[in-house]
């Protein structure tokens, strides 16, 4: 195969990463994608200029000039990605600024030899180094992270260093600078070889940006979670007791319809506070509020850890409590109003004395939980029936 036939194959390939790269950055807004778009496109006018060079006899020296140059960008911007990755940041201009000495260089290089491959020498070692210093800058990112397009790049520099190390002695070789000479049908492939190994580079910078975009996205999606969660607590809390709401109790019935929690039993007590109304008219709402929050804490310290309570309305609590007989439930709730009775100044900083009724029925599944509800609605209205006739006789005792 005919040398130039290599480097066509090889421009031609380059120009593809090039527009594969300038697709991405369509919805990849990255720093590093932005310095390895940009390299990919010097290489290929780097590659196109090398072209020109051959088949142009009176400007070859200027072509030349404008390869050395397209290829020290190359490995500059591609550093500069590499850099941008690891250590994040974004695209400045004083990136441009290492591009002043290539520019010399590049300038001056033509002009020391009338061989190009004599000059390519040079030139293989300087994209050895630019190589080999990627490599370093992503070293760490490699022992650190290990994904796999961090390894493909890696594996792909390395490939690369050696690859063009490996040019120093194969062109010399052709003068018999090293006492051997290498086939010049070798030195035909070169470009395909060079092509290889640069598609492999070029498919890890893809693989890492999407592995960024990857993670980026799951980041989102589980903050989105973490959201929905508190958006859904928050819908089925109230918020003033930071009890459960009546949204939740039917979201607990509807979940467990038909399945094994369907049989669970136990004992339903709801719970309403006495004259509220007089409380809110005489102390004010903020002092009412704080009553309801009172009774709410003082519910939570006589049920256990899974019972479940619910605010059921205004002034009216309910609670859930499982595998727990009647008797020992109305006993816990018969000690509600001697707790508040000693705790509801302080907790309402008001003289105000909060009493609650309360009645409690059994239940065998939560299909019968609606009746069951009904029946100590029913219950809690003869309790406090039962303590206005006390107070009454009480009161007429007195007199």
Not at 56 to 67: E, T, V
Not at 157 to 180: D, E, M, S
Not at 267 to 272: L, S, T
Request: with cysteine; net charge neutral.
């Amino acid at each position: 195969m005919n040398a130039n036939v290599g480097l066509a194959i090889q421009c031609a390939g380059i120009f593809l990463l090039t527009l594969l790269s300038l697709s991405m950055r369509g919805s990849i807004q990255s720093a590093a994608l932005t310095c390895w778009t940009r390299a990919w496109a010097s290489l290929a006018l780097a590659l196109i200029s090398l072209f020109a060079g051959f088949h142009i006899a009176g400007g070859h020296k200027l072509f030349y000039s404008l390869y050395f140059f397209g290829e020290y960008a190359f490995g500059l911007l591609l550093i500069a990605g590499c850099r941008h990755l690891v250590r994040g940041g974004g695209f400045t201009s004083r990136y441009y600024l290492a591009l002043i000495p290539a520019a010399l260089m590049a300038i001056v290089l033509p002009y020391l030899s009338a061989d190009f491959y004599d000059l390519f020498m040079l030139q293989a070692a300087i994209l050895a180094g630019f190589f080999f210093a990627s490599a370093l800058i992503l070293w760490p990112a490699v022992r650190e992270h290990g994904s796999p397009g961090l390894r493909v790049m890696m594996s792909a520099l390395a490939l690369l260093t050696v690859n063009y190390l490996h040019y120093v002695p194969v062109f010399g070789a052709r003068k018999g600078l090293w006492g051997f000479t290498v086939p010049a049908a070798y030195l035909n492939y070169t470009s395909i070889f060079d092509l290889i190994l640069e598609v492999l580079l070029g498919f890890g910078t893809m693989m890492v940006l999407l592995e960024g975009v990857r993670r980026e996205v799951e980041a989102a999606n589980r903050q989105l979670t973490s959201t929905r969660d508190k958006l859904e607590f928050m819908a089925r809390m109230d918020p003033l007791t930071e009890a459960l709401n009546r949204h939740a109790f039917h979201s607990l019935l509807s979940r467990d319809e038909g399945g094994s929690d369907a049989t669970t039993d136990g004992c339903v007590a709801v719970i309403d506070i006495d004259n509220l109304k007089q409380i809110n008219d005489r102390f004010g709402h903020s002092v009412g509020d704080k009553a309801i929050r009172a009774v709410a804490r003082a519910v939570r310290s006589i049920i256990r850890a899974d019972d479940m309570l619910f605010r059921w309305g205004g002034d009216e609590f309910l609670v859930l409590m499982f595998k727990l007989r009647e008797e020992d439930a109305s006993q816990r709730m018969r000690s509600l109003n001697e707790i508040l009775k000693e705790n509801s100044e302080r907790l309402t900083n008001s003289p105000v004395i909060i009493s609650v009724s309360a009645g409690v029925c059994g239940f065998d599944s939560l299909s019968q939980l609606g009746d069951s509800i009904d029946s100590a609605d029913q219950a809690m209205y003869g309790t406090r029936h039962l303590a206005r006739e006390e107070k009454s006789r009480g009161a007429v005792f007195v007199d």
